[in-house]
């Protein structure tokens, strides 16, 4: 045995790193050698009562659970055996309760696996305890004891997992120095957080195919630099995935929960939430259960120094399981969408920065309440389809297409509760101009997360034909494909007037006019007008054009090499050890 890390306690010591490790629950494991100087109290198994008050001496000191029903569980060792208890509100039983003489240096496991204690002596397994009734069971991170007793005695080789170790694992770990960055350690032998294993983790947060073009080539940059990258897929079927490099490690959501059986976790973590009178409604659903129960699980075993992602406010237990690290990572989002011009809320709670597309995004957030620390870099997504599109030898003409064919006219919407009155009142106003013009073809593109009423009753009216309506068809596709591209505040606007499309923004009345890109209409003659003049007029479809570039300028910063800049960014924060 190499005494690695050894450690005195002579009663009144405390390492403290932090009262639970939260997120270290049900299963997980202790591991150390230990040489215990005193005696302690033996006690009768129970799952309830408080025999752990007195008599103890606590290696492990009990933490409280945050809530009745949660707990946090201890370990005292003396002379005369092993004792495992847990710890909430008027409640510290000993759960399992081995007497034992130790007089030396004697090898201790205790694992935990789905609330049920077990108990291994020099690698070898002695005693199953008895289940807990708490439904969260945190491991506890307070090592020689507390109030209600100390440590005495020496310890070293202190590790900790996130995981039950089995008997074989345990056995073969027990007499060696373990490897840096092994699967699950938590904890190593010199009582601190093991080093980070990941340098950058990438997390959706908020998942659509068309995002991927945000994460996936920022990651394809980072390799590049020798950083190691994990990235968290929601869609294994993505035609997408094809982009990433195969130096980055893919992580495949539905395989992760079922590998670590998270539909368990988070029943028993959602019956919490329900019984927390102070959470609001929307924290009290099962999908913040899931988010937080495979995030914790992931974050343990990748334990990233930065994480970058889209946003969280549709997944806030993946920013809950965030927060409960020991050690936090670097929180980095990029922007996903158009800043909504009339809200004072944003969308980057939980981010320690957030890459900007261009200044005018900049100036809207910085107006919002609590605005998180930004910088304007780019945009990757558009710089990644202008390639894609360019790549193929389609390089889009900013000349009039003429030809006595029907005009083609793409209208594209976009999706927020927030703005669904407006959505209907520009949805109206499109519709009752186009209906006016002869020789057109129409297509509607639906956001992927509409809701299935959108346009409804314009197809009982007869106005719309059910094929002119599209939801999940290749927004890129459809944007090549059409002459002149409408819609109102989707970022798909932005990314038709970068590959060269004349577009027209529908706003509604009550927008300000100081808040506006791009040309735009409000009213359907407005709209008849403009259609017209870009399908006969070539001179006021050019100045249409160069002033849409003007536009485009001051949206983006530079769009091409955005990828680049923000890997560059995340690399020198890392060097200068985030």
Known sequence: MDQIGLKTFNGGEQIIIKPLLTDLYNSFTYEFWVKPYAEHKIDEESLTGGSGLIGKNYIVAPGHGQLDNQAGIGISIGRNGVS????????????????????????????????????????????????????????????????????????????????????????????????????????????????????????????????????????????????????????????????????????????????????????????????????????????????????????????????YGIHFVTAPGCINAIKSLYIQPKVVLIQHGVLMYNSIAHDYNGADLVFLWGDWDKRLLNQMDNAPPNIVIGNPKIEQIRKDVFGKNKILSKKKETGNTKLKILYIFAYSPKMDQVRKENERMFIEGISQIRNIEVIFKLHPGSPPDYLQEYLLKGIIRPEQILKFDNIIDLIEQANIVVGDYSTAIYEAAALNKPVIKICHSIIEEKLLKFHYVKTPQELIIVIKKLQDDPQYFNEYMEKQDEYLNDLFYKIDGSSDRIADYIHNQLIKNI
């Open 84 to 307: 495992i208890y847990e710890h909430t509100a008027f409640h510290l039983p000993a759960t399992l309760v081995h007497p034992v003489l130790i007089d030396g240096w004697t090898h201790i496991g205790v694992v935990y696996d789905e609330k049920t204690p077990y108990l291994f002596i020099n690698g070898n397994f002695i005693k199953k305890g008895l289940t807990s009734t708490m439904n969260i069971l945190y491991a506890s991170g307070i090592f020689g004891g507390f109030a209600y007793g100390y440590f005495k005695g020496e310890i070293c080789n202190l590790r900790v997992w996130s995981y039950a170790r089995t008997e074989t694992e345990i056995k073969a770990g027990m007499n060696g120095k373990i490897v840096e960055n092994e699967y699950g350690l938590y904890i190593n032998e010199y009582f601190e957080i093991m080093d980070n294993t990941s340098d950058v983790l990438f997390m959706f947060g908020h998942y659509r195919q068309d995002l991927e073009y945000l994460l996936f080539p920022v990651a394809n940059s980072l390799v590049k630099k020798g950083l190691s990258v994990s990235m968290l897929i929601e869609n294994k079927y993505s035609p997408n995935l094809s982009m990433l490099s195969s130096e980055v490690n893919i992580i495949y959501l539905d395989q992760f929960k079922d590998k670590f059986n998270i539909s368990q976790r988070a029943n028993e973590y959602y019956q919490v939430l329900l019984k927390n009178t102070e959470l609001h409604p929307f924290y009290k659903t099962y999908s913040v259960a899931i988010d937080r129960s495979y995030s914790t699980i992931l974050l343990n075993i990748i334990r990233p120094k930065c994480i």
